[in-house]
Every structure is written in structure tokens, then in C-alpha cells.
């Protein structure tokens, strides 16, 4: 029925499910155990799951559309279950229905199309993620401007890594009052070779220091596109 490293495990506290060990769901598995967690990781191509045997906590090569199958590998015990299936969006909704029968506290299903996602809000999943497509987005925004790096919170809301304008450099938050005349905030600021540290007031920016800018979108990749 399934085959792999260990195939009875029980579900730790601090433990996730990954079903789907495509490119997306390997990544997030490596990057979770990587980061101290504990992860069993599933998926029907028994290629992939010798693969990755010995670089995950457990991995199983079974169906995870059969009930039977993931009550035997201890799914409905963990809290946190991702669905990274993208290749069938079939296996997708079934695998996704199960877990919330099984009344699973979280689960993250990757949606490949928004037809896809809406049926897996409808299914009642609070979170649904579109990764080529939030990447897209990510890397539209990098492009524009001199950020050198993007992250949208949510609801037009951002945070910008990027190399300050011309018209800051050499004033202090306070001289330069960013925050009135652009909408945005300048939260931290790392110099050249040194760490992050909080701003205030007094915080002089110099030419070399990279700057985390907060605000809405617009204004945040308005203000990256100063010179």
C-alpha cells in the first residue's frame, strides 16, 4: 500500500505533513527540516521518495487519496499538513477533503490555477497559496525598482529591502521626513558589513546602507524608484 523510510510514524508536536514532493513541496521540506522540524513528506512517485529517503524525518510513497492510507501513516495526528500537489488537481481536492474531515487544526493547500483555489476555499482551507503566481508578482515588483528584495503582508501592504535614495543620504529619519513626504516608513537599517538595527529620529542614513522600508505597496515601490 505505501513504501518508504518508516511508514508508522507518529506525529510530534513540533512536526509537519507534506503531501506532494514536487519542486515546490521538496523545497518546503528541506527548508522546514533545515529550520528543526520534524518532516514526514508523501507522494505517489516512489522515485522521489528514494530520493529524498534519509533527508527527511520520514517519507512515504503512498496515495494519499485513500482514507485507509493516511490514517495509517498518522496524518489526522498533526496539526500542520501541507498539500503541494499541483500536477493533479483531482488527488488535490480529495487529499485536502480528507484532511478536514479529519478535522487537521491547519492545512495549506497549493492551488495551481484560481478555479483550483476557489474550490479548496470552498472546501473551508483558510490557507490557500499560489506560489508561481505569488512569485510571479515578488519578482514583477523587484524588476521595477532598486529593491533588492520584496515581501507583501497582505491588503496593499509591504516591506522593501532596498538601497536608499539619493535625496536621504546623508540626513538623519528626522531631516529627511520620509514618512510624511513619502507614506512610508524606514523600520531598520543594516550599514555596509553590519547588522540590522532599528531606526529613529537620529538614524543617519549613509550611501552604503541598505534600508527595510513599511508601507502600502504603491507608495513603498514609488519610494524604490527614487534616485
Known sequence: ??????ASTVAAADSVAVIGLGRFGRALALELMANGTEVLGVDLDESIVQELNGHLTHVVAADSTREEVLQQLAVPEFD????????D???????????????????????VSDAHGTILEQLGVSHV??????????VAHLVRGSMQDYLEIGDGFSLVKMAPP??????????????????????????????????????????????LVSGPTNKAEAFSLRR
Open 89 to 111: 488537481i483531482q488527488a488535490s481536492i480529495l487529499t485536502t477533503s480528507l484532511l478536514l474531515r479529519f478535522n487537521v487544526a491547519h492545512v495549506w493547500a497549493k492551488a
Open 1 to 6: 500500500m505505501f513504501s518508504g523510510s518508516d
Open 80 to 87: 500542520r499538513v501541507v498539500v503541494a500537489i499541483g500536477s
Open 166 to 211: 539619493i535625496a536621504i543620504i546623508g540626513k538623519t529619519l528626522g531631516e529627511s521626513r520620509v514618512r510624511a513626504t513619502a507614506g512610508v516608513t524606514i523600520t531598520a537599517v543594516r550599514p555596509h558589513g553590519g547588522a540590522w538595527t532599528y531606526t529613529d529620529q537620529d538614524t543617519l542614513i549613509a550611501a552604503d546602507d541598505t534600508i
Open 129 to 138: 497559496i499560489y506560489p508561481e503566481k505569488e512569485m510571479g508578482r515578488r
